[in-house]
C-alpha cells in the first residue's frame, strides 16, 4: 500500500531535544530536499510557560509522524 | 545540476508564468487596455510570489543539506534543523534585496556581494528587483505613489518581463553562490 505523504493541514507529532512537540503542517515545499525528501513548514505554538509565541520551521516530512490527517 | 529549487523555477513555476502572459494575449474587447492592466498587475503579484517562493525553497534546500552534512547527533537534530529555517523572512515577507540578504546571510556568507562576484550584471537585476516589489506592494496595497513608481500609476508589460528576465537571471546566480558557498562550508556540493 502507497504510504500517504504528509499534507498541509496534518497535524504531526515529532522528538525535540528531550521533549517532544506536535505541529500543524502550513506549507509543502515539495520533493526539494536532500535525495529528493519533501520538505515542509510545521506551526508550533509554546505553551505560555514558554511564552506562548507561534514558530514556523522547516523539517524533512519522512521524519513526521502524522496523528491528525487533514480531513481536506 | 542545478538545484531542485531552481528547476522548479525553470518548469512549474515558468508555466504558471507563461499562462499569465498567455491570457494577456487573449485579452481583447473595447476596454481591452483596461483589462490588459488588470492582466499585467496580476502577473506582477504572480512573478513576486513564485521568485518568493524559488528563494524560500532554494533556503531550506540548502538547509536540508547544511543539516544532514553537520549530522548533529540525534536529541539535538530537530533543534538545529529549527535555528536554520525559523523566522525565515522569506516565508512571510517580498522578496526583496534586503530580505534575500537577511535570509540567506544566516548561512554564513554577504549574499549581495558574492552575487556581484559572480556576474557584474547582478547590480542591475537587484535594482529591478526592487522596482518589482515597489510595484508589488503598490498593486497589492491599491497604493499607487508615483514618487515610488518610476513617475507612473500603470505597469506595463514591458516592465514585467523585464522583472522575470531578472528573476530568472538572479535565480541562476543564486543557485551557483549557494552551491559555492555551501561546498566552502561543509567540504560537500549539494548539487
Known sequence: MAVRSVRVGDKVRFPYGTTELTARVVRDLGPIGVDGRQLVFVSVRSDEDEGGDVREFCLPAEALTVIEPTAA | ?191
Not at chain 2, 507563461?18 to 494575449?25: F, K
Not at chain 2, 528576465?165 to 561546498?183: E, F, G, K
Open chain 2, 1 to 191: 545540476m542545478p538545484s531542485r529549487s531552481r528547476r522548479k523555477w525553470l518548469t512549474e513555476r515558468a508555466e504558471a508564468l507563461d499562462e499569465i502572459e498567455a491570457a494577456h494575449r487573449a485579452v481583447g474587447g473595447r476596454r481591452r487596455r483596461h483589462a490588459a492592466q488588470q492582466v499585467n498587475q496580476a502577473y506582477t503579484l504572480l512573478l513576486s510570489s513564485h521568485f518568493q517562493g524559488l528563494c524560500r525553497d532554494l533556503y531550506c534546500e540548502a538547509a536540508d543539506h547544511l543539516v544532514a552534512q553537520l549530522a548533529p547527533p540525534a536529541p539535538l537534530w530537530w533543534v538545529v534543523r529549527e535555528q536554520f529555517t525559523v523566522g525565515l523572512k522569506l516565508n512571510h515577507g517580498n522578496p526583496t534585496p534586503g530580505n534575500l540578504g537577511a535570509d540567506f546571510g544566516r548561512l554564513g556568507f554577504k549574499l549581495w556581494h558574492e552575487l556581484a562576484l559572480q556576474d557584474a550584471r547582478s547590480a542591475g537585476r537587484k535594482l529591478r528587483l526592487k522596482a518589482l516589489c515597489d510595484w508589488r506592494n503598490a498593486i497589492a496595497h491599491h497604493d499607487f505613489d508615483p514618487g515610488k513608481l518610476d513617475e507612473r500609476t500603470r505597469v506595463r508589460l514591458a516592465d514585467v518581463r523585464s522583472w522575470r528576465s531578472a528573476c530568472t537571471a538572479l535565480a541562476a546566480s543564486l543557485d551557483a553562490v549557494v552551491r559555492d558557498q555551501l561546498h566552502a562550508l561543509v567540504g560537500v556540493a549539494p548539487w
